[in-house]
């Protein structure tokens, strides 16, 4: 089956570079629906059973999305899409904290920079296949300096251990915390024993013999089941209940 991708960009000339640094990351077959404005994007996801991504239709599984339209703002239709099931790339030429953190809190997966070279955008969307969130370099450095100066300010002690990285917080992971097997699908229950061994997404996938945009979409809801954030908390709670 297809991979359909939304992208929505109002300048023809850079939706064009898009489509292509887009069929350049994936060997998935790749079908790329176009949208120059949130009026369009919104019809097109309706298509696809409305913003919640309704069952029994076939929804977009990555979307791209500019911030500044000409009927609006990308931040509107992230905020539309909480629920959507589909990875959510925002794709702008700021770089700023007014426009990189609300972003993310409305939910954006990743934050690319159109200015950023053609090769740098491929391996940047690659990530998704690895589970890790598309940054671009500037955009991954600024996050790291807001970060650091925010524990700085806060006058937290450097302890010598990394702080997990990402979009919210980690959460600690409580030693009895039950893992409920019987929510979990067998197909989840297959994905998470490969997570917990340390395999990738795009390697998952060939076990299983499912597209990796199915394989990710798995992760989201065992994440969401289990109440965590991460591959390393859902290992431990899998681990712990001697589910590998």
């Not at 905020?79 to 959510?88: F, G």
């Amino acid at each position: 089956m297809a991979v359909k991708v939304l992208i929505l960009e109002d300048n023809p000339v850079a939706r064009s570079f898009l489509c292509r640094v887009v069929r350049e990351s994936f060997s998935d077959t790749i079908v790329i629906t176009e949208a120059g404005d949130l009026e369009s994007a919104r019809k097109h996801i309706n298509l696809t059973g409305g913003a919640r991504g309704l069952h029994g239709v076939d929804p977009f599984k990555l979307i791209l999305v500019d911030l500044e339209l000409p009927d609006g703002n990308g931040m509107e239709l992230l905020a539309e899409l909480v629920h959507y099931p589909a990875t959510k790339i925002v794709t702008t030429l700021y770089s700023d904290d007014d426009h990189l953190f609300p972003a993310l809190q409305r939910g954006a997966d990743g934050y690319l920079l159109k200015e950023d070279r053609f090769e740098v955008l491929v391996e940047e969307l690659q990530k998704i296949v690895r589970g890790q969130p598309p940054l671009s370099p500037a955009i991954a450095r600024r996050l790291l300096t807001h970060f650091r100066g925010s524990q700085q300010d806060s006058g937290t002690l450097d302890s010598g251990f990394s702080k997990p990285f990402g979009f919210g917080t980690s959460r600690p992971v409580p030693i009895e915390k039950p893992l409920d097997h019987e929510r979990l699908t067998p197909r989840e229950n297959e994905v998470l024993t490969y997570l917990s061994k340390g395999f990738t997404i795009k390697e998952i996938a060939s076990l299983m013999g499912i597209k990796w945009f199915t394989v990710n979409d798995h992760i989201k809801s065992i994440y969401k089941k289990l109440n965590v954030s991460s591959r390393a908390e859902a290992a431990v709670l899998a681990s712990k209940q001697g589910l590998v």
